[in-house]
């Protein structure tokens, strides 16, 4: 038996989120929407907590990065208040082997920008009309048990060009109803740790409620996480290497089954 | 708990591999190496067989293709015996996901050939001499727990240039004694099916008795499993779709945890 | 100055294209129609021909391969009546380095098929309804000077799930007027040579008269012309390699500027 | 006729880089070989200038980057005096479409990091000895006129895991005489730009003189250049867009051949 999947996931929750019309649909904040939907579905598989900007090193010290597997984050309005040093924790964690969940308008949160090495713009609209999500690679793990396309009656509609890196593997693409398509569901791999950007997901409608899109987030998390990271030093530095230094190492470690 | 893994482990198994110096490496067959290293890795997470090209349908009918999750194939000298009606059944299977495995002079056979779309041609020099097996993707889970690099004292050359589609993922490359180099470890999605090429295991030197070779073949087989495959009826044949056609389905097949 | 592209526009142009409501769209062939827009945009840059299924050898003779750098690809409802023969010539060419452009339902065609290795279904509806074509890699070549969307009227509705290896490179995602996502511009390399497949263009719209689609073709054109393949002979068989055969090789061939 | 491409080769160009030992492969520095290499083998179809650290702007001001269409990066030792505003402005000239060819030192160049979003780390050891570059995709145009394999006799030994995101393409792979590899030849698209990483060319050996290398980097330029990027706006901001945004603006503008 594995142990559970560590989980943290983060919201920015700022006032307006606690105090608007978003509260009429997350009366708890979108973070325990969304950590409601990985518990009903991934039950003892996985742990999940939640952290908030407003906490002590805004939801995310050291301890609580080093004892993640997956990470999620939702952010919109506050992405200049995260700090470089919040930024650089959590990135020297992915780089070791934390897997990533960046969700909605992430797209635009200094982690995800810092990452991508891109400007990560696209075209939007908060018309609040039909989004449809496809699946384009049947074979990968986050499409799983997903129908073909999810249909997601309210959304903020997302345009491309979106200025991202061409994704490892593409799983979904959307259409709205004005015409635009979007690269929805986005896949990377950076150092030792797993990214995945999905797009659906705006404050304003109830779309982590959807059981396809949490359905989706619980795959998400299952593929991001990296229970046994490959010995990769060279994250943290470039290590003069003499001549058959991998010849000299200790055995390798025992390796126990899955 | 999910259901054991169901693997089947294919081997041309001739004549002169059961009387000649490769029965004194492998006494039980090619096939029996394999699936010992499975079982005792994958221990109750999978359940393992063999087949061999001398069994009725060539060991492959089409009730163990479907029963099947993750074929593994090993074949070399008896390509052009296998039938088209064999290739068909085992394509069949991979595009609505099925995974599969092919190992080491597997990439001139005709499944391999017939998913690749090209020659597959490669390099090669017998000497025994040693091949160091290197990771490129420390976030792939079909890394975990390898040594960098996995050393292999004795094995056949394979150099590039090898002719194959630029891999989804590359997560091995290895060097030889004489200064090739090699893509040893390639990922593909083709369909709703995984597919993984893996380079070493020549038949005339223990390779797969080495431990982290073992490792690699159990970390393939769990990554190349779909246990629940997304529906994707256009595999089979292009429908034509009238408008709104993914309105009316049935409601979603309830989804169970994973 | 460098030598003009050779160019050979292949169509199957069975005789109901002669003698019907397509004959008003395209009264000389669908052939013709991309042939002239290949001339008009690429002047002294190309040479173009165009050669159809009932001329000799399918059109395709070894000596009009040998001599074409880039072939397109127009065929339908004939398929099946390309023979194996002039397959594997197709095939060779395009893995020694000819560029290769399938048009719209050559989806189906026998080369792609076997140059995809997987079914390359999809959903369609021939509803004659808006397609819009969007741009998802802006630094691609074959995007040049097209607008963002390229807007087609009246065109087949083509769908996901596209079964076909994850693109090497995504260039186009349409949408369409029933809510429908295509994956409508992917380039792939198979052995020295290039393919890239453009879904729009239906026999039965004045596709491939709309200014835009013309300037993606010849964009495509370009980007499919190899014209120094590197060397690869093991694209034609495995060699043996003794130790350090690539030490007593003949000096370099002389390079010229491109 | 096109016009000419407008190639800077950028050098920090330090002190001990003009007294030194390198001073003797290099007498008029690296960037001067680099920039001769180009202009023999690119002849009239560009136009080379170099620029180096100490210049004003630290060579770079707008107005030598607004008329660059591909700018070559040799840096080691001063990566950290390269300033923020520098880096700002080479990368939002990528994003915009010009072309960046990162060589050997410059994978810890702060722009490289930038684009990257990983640690970029690697292992090394200067020891001079051989570097087999091997050709693995034929197809691409980077690859012409090369030999497979180049053969560096001396060189310093870069290794694997080099801690990038996975290449869009990868074109070269090395072996080194102490049997590590190393992805050496790196492709990948951000924004409308093109991004090439070349890691042969030390400072302390006569790399940049090697007749096959600078094959590579003509190449490289020729490729990297993007004559016409498409229109992009979502590069630098990302704008609200009104239902039917794309239908109200003005024709095209008139293209030309290319």
Redesign the interface.
Known sequence: MSAPVSVTVWNEYLDQQRHSRIAEVYPHGLHNAIADGLRD???E?ASVRTATLGEPDQGLPQATLDTTDVLLWWGHHAHDEVTTATVQRVRQRV?A?MGLVVLHSGH?SKIFL??????C?????N?GR?E?V????????I???????I?IDQQE?Y?????I??P???VF????A????F?SGCC???????VFYFSPGDEDYPVYHH??VR?VL??AV?WAH???????P??????????????E?PS??P?T??
Chains 1, 2, 3, 4 share one sequence.
């Open positions: 579905l991934l039950g598989g780089l082997g635009l810092d990452l991508m090495g891109t400007s713009n696209l075209r939007w609209r018309d039909q449809l496809w699946t384009v690679s049947p074979a990968h793990p499409a799983r048990g997903v129908p073909h396309p249909v509609m345009g491309e060009f979106f200025d890196p061409q490892d593997e593409l693409v959307s259409s709205f004005g015409g635009e398509v690269r990377y791999r950076r150092g030792a740790g797993r059981p396809d359905r619980a795959n299952t990296n229970p046994q990271p490959a010995t990769v060279t994250t943290t530095h470039s290590p003069d290497s003499p001549d058959g230094w991998f010849r190492r390798a470690p390796v089954s899955p």
